[in-house]
């Protein structure tokens, strides 16, 4: 039996993005482990039948000793283990577990990348993203190692900086979603009109644009809609802290809900779906959740979140950071609700046709039996 080792840097998020993915893998006879950070959900990854085993790594953090332990990590666990394919999904894990992968000498190696993240913001890169590129490009130049993007802008960077060959690139659009749990779902008709964002609580998702352009519809908007943030806080530089979002948020006209486990169905209680991001996002995964729900989308032109709405049909794009223009589609599609229908419906056809989770699946299952 063929083995594969999916890492991944935190437990929650290999259930909400990587699952499907492991679960058809060992219905077709591989021996699947994963690797990641106990967040409190291990029970859920083994209740599926997987192996979980802890994975020794700071998700945000800078600190050398604590790289330098994942590293090693990684490399003592694929020399004494040797197994078939290792899939590292996000940077950390890419850049670590590539060098690890390739001293060890692993056949196969799956870099899935999720996400570049505020370290290749902006047009001049820092010294620490010129290392982090001199790395990886040292890890995947070498045969039998497949990187897959979730959209042509990374996949573009990655070519032209010379830090993967293009036959060495698969593109697979998102993480995909289930279109039998998340089906289309007609927009409840009990005021008032909910907008959500679902989300981690650190600023480069949009939030302050989002709560900027909620208060400036207050006077006219109070009473009629609710604005709903949806995420827990997390240790990113970049993450507000409790008392901050309380501050901002007064709980009626603007809510801050915390971490929820109930996400699919708040999306089905909402009506508009944003995520103002100027984070370098891979595609995520709320917006093309919303799409199979059948909710209108208002996102950015940034890299990954323009991939999820043709502008006008199933939504709309804004420039990053622009409140003003954000204020100015909310409005819109507040007022409008056979508009909001039309494009939720859109929004369907879209995730039938572009996110099928078992499309996904397929592509992830031919690259391991590619690479074995």
């Not at 953090?61 to 590292?88: A, C, I, Q, S, W």
């Not at 799956?110 to 001199?134: H, I, P």
Request: glycine share 8%; charged share 30%.
């Amino acid at each position: 039996m063929k083995r594969l080792y999916l890492i991944v840097n935190e437990d929650r998020f290999f259930l909400s993005h990587r699952k499907d993915i492991a679960l058809a893998a060992q219905k077709n006879g591989w021996e699947v482990k994963i690797f990641c950070k106990d967040t409190g959900q291990r029970q859920d990854v083994e209740a599926l039948g997987l192996e979980m085993v802890e994975l020794p790594i700071n998700p945000t953090g800078t600190n050398l000793k604590e790289e330098l332990r994942t590293l090693r990590f990684l490399y003592n666990l694929y020399r004494k283990d040797k197994p078939d394919v290792v899939h590292h999904v996000g940077l950390k894990n890419i850049l670590w577990g590539g060098i690890a992968a390739k001293l060890a000498k692993i056949k196969g190696v799956v870099n899935a990348v999720s996400g570049l993240g505020v370290l290749f913001s902006g047009e001049d890169y820092s010294l620490e993203t010129k290392l982090v590129l001199e790395a990886m490009r040292f890890a995947n130049n070498r045969k039998s190692v497949a990187l897959i993007f979730q959209n042509q802008e990374d996949k573009q960077l990655f070519i032209e900086r010379h830090i993967a060959l293009p036959e060495q690139c698969e593109y697979i659009k998102g993480s995909g979603v289930n279109l039998d749990e998340y089906v289309y779902t007609p927009e409840p008709e009990i005021p008032p009109v909910k907008v959500i964002l679902t989300a981690r609580m650190v600023r480069e998702k949009g939030i302050d644009t989002l709560i900027e352009a909620a208060e400036s519809l207050r006077n006219e908007m109070e009473g009629k809609v609710v604005f709903q943030l949806c995420g827990g806080l997390h240790n990113n530089p970049t993450g507000y802290k409790a008392e901050e979002l309380e501050k901002l948020c007064d709980g009626k006209y603007i809510q801050w809900l915390g971490h929820r486990n109930d996400v699919r169905e708040l999306l089905m209680q909402s009506h508009i779906v944003t995520l103002p991001s100027y984070y370098r996002e891979g595609l995520p995964k709320s917006l093309i959740e919303a799409c199979a729900i059948g909710r209108p989308i208002i996102t950015t032109f940034n890299y990954g979140c323009k991939d999820t709405v043709d502008d006008g049909k199933n939504g709309f794009l804004i420039t990053p950071r622009d409140a003003s223009a954000l204020a100015d589609k909310l409005r819109i599609l507040i007022n409008d609700k056979q508009l909001r229908i039309q494009m939720g419906m859109n929004g369907r056809k879209k995730a039938e046709a572009e996110f099928s989770v078992a499309e996904v699946v397929k592509k992830h299952l031919e690259i391991y039996r590619k690479l074995s």
